[in-house]
């Protein structure tokens, strides 16, 4: 019994006429006399009584209609969602993204993917460090993924949608709060704030960079799980923080001033990566929709697969964000 079958089955219960059936299945008539004899050779069952002036069901057949109706219906809408699937309609992906400031870029693509693409599902996974982020992205675990990368492996596409600068994040009472910019030399004394030492922080990496450079080595007196926390305890003047420039163009902390930091290294790409050569539907769309909402920075270099090679520049420039 295939759809066929099935397909012949209603339209003669509906008809009670093999010949207008086969009308409306564009057949002959004997073709749809076979169907519906190997249909009740498969059920083991007579499907309709035949006589030279009528057609009629049996109780078999009558039985047979509803349960043939779901099949078919069930049939329909799995054909659909194989469509829809193959055409990005419809999947499942997974997002890592790094830093406080980058949930605001994660927010508004969740939004427009859900406005857009409602069977498209995402699942959001945090992190507080870029390179585990990266390695997910590598080994299959994220399919989509949103920080500033200071390695990319060689399976692995991008793009830049930001570039950003760092910033030293002060208590609103501190002596350079009110400074256009500061040079890494001047905190020499200060206390900092930092996450755990960890080889996947390019932020941690640039502030002992910075400070080397300034010939000191930072004193770091207290160490945070999360950029939140570390915000919150500048707030309270236990220290400063080095974190980049789109956190103060996407958030408010009480009691926190932030200031350019003279940085000969220059910016933080900040980038958007996914597998090269994966070829889901469903992330081609999104990495669609992502190229209207985070246009690739002006000027930024870019790395992406065959697929992704053209991408939309318009001129609006979104900052996004993450430390």
């Given at each position: 019994?295939?759809?066929?079958?099935?397909?012949?089955?209603?339209?003669?219960?509906?008809?009670?006429?093999?010949?207008?059936?086969?009308?409306?299945?564009?057949?002959?008539q004997?073709?749809?006399?076979?169907?519906?004899?190997?249909?009740?050779?498969?059920?083991?069952?007579?499907?309709?009584?035949?006589?030279?002036?009528?057609?009629?069901?049996?109780?078999?057949?009558?039985?047979?209609?509803?349960?043939?109706?779901?099949?078919?219906?069930?049939?329909?809408?799995?054909?659909?969602?194989?469509?829809?699937?193959?055409?990005?309609?419809?999947?499942?992906?997974?997002?890592?993204?790094?830093?406080?400031?980058?949930?605001?870029?994660?927010?508004?693509?969740?939004?427009?993917?859900?406005?857009?693409?409602?069977?498209?599902?995402?699942?959001?996974?945090?992190?507080?460090?870029?390179?585990p982020?990266?390695?997910?992205?590598?080994?299959?675990?994220?399919?989509?993924?949103?920080?500033?990368?200071?390695?990319?492996?060689?399976?692995?596409?991008?793009?830049?949608?930001?570039?950003?600068?760092?910033?030293?994040?002060?208590?609103?009472?501190?002596?350079?709060?009110?400074r256009?910019?500061?040079?890494?030399?001047?905190?020499?004394?200060?206390?900092?704030?930092?996450?755990?030492?960890?080889?996947?922080?390019?932020?941690?990496?640039?502030?002992?960079?910075?400070?080397?450079?300034?010939?000191?080595?930072?004193?770091?007196a207290?160490?945070?799980?999360?950029?939140w926390?570390?915000?919150?305890?500048?707030?309270?003047?236990?220290?400063?923080?080095?974190?980049?420039?789109?956190?103060?163009?996407?958030?408010?902390?009480?009691?926190?001033?932030?200031?350019?930091?003279?940085?000969?290294?220059?910016?933080?790409?900040?980038?958007?990566?996914?597998?090269?050569?994966?070829?889901?539907?469903?992330?081609?769309?999104?990495?669609r929709?992502?190229?209207?909402?985070?246009?690739?920075?002006?000027?930024?270099?870019?790395?992406?697969?065959?697929?992704?090679?053209?991408?939309?520049?318009?001129?609006?420039?979104?900052?996004?964000?993450?430390?």
């Open positions: 019994m295939d759809v066929k079958h099935i397909k012949a089955f209603l339209v003669v219960a509906e008809e009670l006429h093999f010949g207008r059936a086969a009308e409306r299945l564009r057949m002959t004997p073709p749809v006399s076979r169907l519906i004899r190997n249909l009740e050779r498969e059920m083991s069952a007579q499907l309709f009584e035949r006589s030279t002036r009528t057609v009629r069901l049996t109780a078999a057949g009558e039985a047979l209609v509803e349960p043939a109706r779901n099949i078919l219906i069930s049939y329909q809408l799995a054909e659909a969602a194989v469509t829809a699937a193959g055409q990005g309609e419809i999947g499942h992906l997974r997002l890592g993204f790094t830093g406080i400031a980058t949930h605001t870029l994660v927010g508004r693509l969740s939004k427009l993917v859900r406005n857009t693409h409602p069977g498209i599902h995402l699942s959001l996974q945090s992190s507080s460090f870029a390179l982020a990266m390695d997910s992205v590598a080994d299959g675990t994220f399919d989509l993924a949103f920080g500033h990368y200071p390695f990319v492996p060689q399976s692995v596409s991008t793009r830049t949608i930001a570039e950003e600068s760092v910033v030293v994040a002060v208590h609103n009472d501190h002596p350079l709060a009110s256009q910019s500061v040079s890494m030399a001047e905190l020499r004394d200060e206390d900092f704030i930092t996450l755990p030492p960890n080889p996947g922080s390019t932020t941690i990496e640039r502030l002992y960079t910075l400070a080397q450079a300034a010939g000191f080595s930072p004193n770091v207290q160490v945070a799980p999360d950029s926390t570390i915000l919150s305890l500048v707030g309270a003047e236990f220290g400063c923080s080095v974190t980049v420039s789109s956190v103060p163009r996407n958030f408010t902390f009480p009691n926190v001033s932030f200031i350019p930091l003279d940085d000969a290294q220059g910016p933080f790409p900040l980038l958007m990566a996914w597998r090269k050569y994966d070829d889901s539907p469903a992330l081609r769309e999104v990495l929709l992502s190229e209207h909402l985070f246009p690739t920075s002006s000027g930024s270099a870019q790395s992406t697969g065959d697929d992704e090679s053209e991408l939309t520049q318009p001129n609006d420039r979104l900052c996004p964000e993450g430390p």
